[in-house]
């Protein structure tokens, strides 16, 4: 053969080659990243799902646990001091009681007085307003009876006038 044909036949050889090569290379690269990417990511995924949540699961059953404690120790404590508070309530209550009884028994004996003074001083007031009435009644008796006297005599007058002129 023709050195040129040679030629021409090994560039177009090497070029066809090169252009072949590049396109398989380019698409099983393309492939195998594709398929090697999915795995990849499927893979990493579920480890990464698995940890966080195995790793989340752990962080809120010890929260749990904690928060549970707290208020356990909460609750026996407000217990006591509930407990602590009722008591002193119902020994405040029944001092107060005590006292308010004590001083209910000095106001009876007060009231029982004052009623007394006032009785005595309203029996006093009434005999009083008594011995008024009965001068006031004698005055009106006397008033009355002078009235009655007065228009019996104008009666009497009158009377002997309307006679007189008849």
Excluded: C, W
Excluded at 81 to 94: F, I, V
């Amino acid at each position: 053969m023709d050195p040129q044909l040679e030629e021409l036949a090994g560039r177009i050889t090497k070029d066809v080659t090169d252009a072949v090569t590049r396109s398989v290379t380019e698409s099983v690269t393309r492939s195998i990243t594709e398929v090697v990417t999915r795995d990849v990511t499927e893979v990493v995924t579920r480890d990464v799902t698995e940890a966080v949540t195995r790793n989340v699961t752990e962080v809120v059953t010890a929260a749990e646990r904690r928060l549970a404690q707290q208020a356990s120790a909460t609750e026996h404590r407000l217990t006591e001091q509930a407990s602590a508070t009722e008591h002193r309530l119902t020994e405040q209550a029944r001092a107060a009681e005590h006292r308010l009884t004590e001083q209910a028994r000095v106001n009876v004996e007060a009231v029982k007085s004052e009623a007394r003074v006032a009785a005595e001083g309203y029996a006093s007031t009434v005999d009083a307003i008594g011995r008024r009435l009965d001068r006031i009644e004698k005055t009106l008796d006397t008033k009355f009876a002078d009235h009655e006297r007065i228009l019996k005599d104008h009666t009497d007058r009158i009377e002997r006038l309307e006679n007189k002129v008849q």
